[in-house]
């Protein structure tokens, strides 16, 4: 095991009983065999993970808040099993440098893109399931996210959230987004979104449509404050 995968097996406080799940949940799609369809990359447990995570997540929830009402809920989740909060959890576990991706890719900088960290957090919560059931990710979860639920007393809100408020409160109408542009190769896009309200627009850009959106949502924000 090299050693920042072992660091990171170490961070997990989990002893795989099946190695093999924690170095599929390691394999982006560019270092996947192709001859297997890329069956053996990450995504697969990414998948798996993102609905583990939001039981988990809203089983904690319910229980830390059993004052609030479903929506403000389901705005802590939004925030909580988002691509940034799942980013910052796995650039804190050591995460980007266990990945297994080719080192052509890894000169790119591929290895820290918010989209790829996030999509292999959510990889690893899979693979936790999978090799020892609920309990061993639920602990995973309830660790390393500790600190983003605590960090509101009231329920966050998105940008683009904070974006309708604003305009709805003016009496205008819902903001738009358009794709601007999508480059760079299919395993690794970059998507330009421009969001436009009240005859104003932002652009911003992300490693996801839903991250460009949301860029754009606060941009456009920080514009319309400005009058």
């Not at 065999?33 to 990450?42: A, G, H």
């Not at 909580?80 to 650039?91: C, F, H, P, R, S």
């Not at 480059?183 to 998507?191: D, M, N, R, T, V």
Request: with cysteine; glycine share 8%.
């Amino acid at each position: 095991m090299k050693p920042p995968v072992a660091a990171l097996a170490g961070r997990l406080g989990h002893s795989f009983r099946d190695p093999a799940l924690l170095e599929q949940a390691l394999t982006h799609r560019s270092a996947a065999d192709p001859k297997r369809r890329q069956l053996d990359s990450n995504e697969r447990l990414e998948f798996l993970g993102d609905r583990v995570l939001a039981l988990c997540m809203a089983e904690w929830l319910a229980e830390r808040f059993p004052q609030e009402r479903e929506g403000e809920l389901g705005k802590r989740l939004a925030v909580l099993v988002a691509a940034d909060t799942l980013a910052k959890v796995g650039d804190s576990i050591g995460l980007p440098a266990a990945l297994r991706i080719p080192p052509a890719e890894g000169r790119t900088g591929l290895r820290q893109r918010a989209n790829v960290v996030a999509d292999a957090t959510e990889a690893l919560i899979g693979a936790l399931y999978l090799d020892a059931g609920l309990e061993a990710a639920r602990d995973f979860v309830r660790r390393e996210w500790t600190q983003a639920l605590e960090a509101d007393a009231t329920p966050p809100m998105s940008a683009k959230s904070r974006l309708q408020e604003y305009l709805l409160g003016r009496g205008q109408g819902l903001p738009e987004y358009v794709l601007v542009s999508t480059e760079g190769p299919s395993h690794a896009p970059l998507f330009t979104v421009s969001a436009r309200a009240c005859g104003r627009a932002a652009e911003a850009s992300g490693d996801n449509k839903r991250a460009a959106e949301q860029l754009a949502a606060e941009a456009l924000l920080t514009e319309l404050s400005r009058g």
